[in-house]
Structure formats: C-alpha cells, structure tokens
C-alpha cells in the first residue's frame, strides 16, 4: 500500500491484522466503534489500491464467510462502495473469525503500539488479500 507523507501507520504490539492509518496530529481510537471506523477507511483505500482481478478474489473470498456474516452485505462487496463499511461494521455470528477479528479490538486498544518503522512496514506491504484473509 502507497502511503502519504501525511499518514502515519499504526498498529497494537501483538494484534498486526489491527493496523491503521493516521493523520500526522492524530492519535489512535479508544474505543472499538472509532477503531472500526479507521479500519472502514483503510480496507477502502486498499480496495481503490487493487486490480480488477484482486477485486473479484477479494470478493470470491468473502463468499466463503459464514452466511450470518453476509448478511446486509452487497452481492460483490468489494465491488460496491458499502461493501468495506457493511462488512467491517455490521454484526458478525459470534464464534465466527470476523466474530473474533471484532472482538480482538478492545484488547488491540489496550495493547502498546508497534514501533513506528515496524508498522510502516506492516501497512506497505498489505493488501486487499492479506487484510481479509483473518476475516475468513
């Protein structure tokens, strides 16, 4: 992922499938919906990052979700502009590993921070792929 030189990436210690990005002033979330938020923005700029062809894996991938997971979700939900928002804040079937994704934030939020070099490097070589594949 392209990064800004106003962006600075993020990421709790021990939860590197919580990464995020910043503005320079700004500080991580505290609580679970503002963090959800943060996650919304970065998996839309991953979209807008990939290729057709990652796209249409991205959203092969999502059809294996369990099906209380894709409910409320749009047919191709990469495809769709909603898709990343429906997907990472619409409620997941508990036990599910969406489920557990959700869930691992509040302690995420507890955690201390990678070091900055570490999560820079984290959040450059991600990808669509490589940000769904926990969710899965």
């Excluded at 700029?45 to 249409?56: F, K």
């Excluded at 209380?68 to 590993?97: H, I, K, V, Y």
Aim: proline share 11%; net charge negative.
């Amino acid at each position: 992922m392209k990064l800004l030189p106003s962006e600075v990436p993020w990421c709790p210690e021990n939860y590197p499938d919580h990464a995020i990005i910043l503005g320079l002033e700004e500080r991580p979330p505290h609580d679970q919906e503002a963090y959800l938020l943060k996650e919304v923005e970065l998996l839309k700029r991953l979209v807008q990052e990939a290729s057709e062809g990652e796209i249409e894996n991205a959203n092969r991938m999502l059809a294996d979700l369990p099906d209380e997971d894709q409910l409320g979700l749009p047919l191709d939900p990469m495809s769709d502009p909603r898709g990343p928002r429906a997907l990472l804040t619409n409620p997941a079937s508990e036990g599910s590993r969406l489920h557990e994704w959700k869930t691992d934030i509040e302690e995420a939020l507890k955690d201390k921070p990678m070091s900055p070099e570490e999560a820079k490097d984290l959040v450059k070589e991600m990808s669509l792929e490589s940000f769904l594949s926990p969710l899965r």
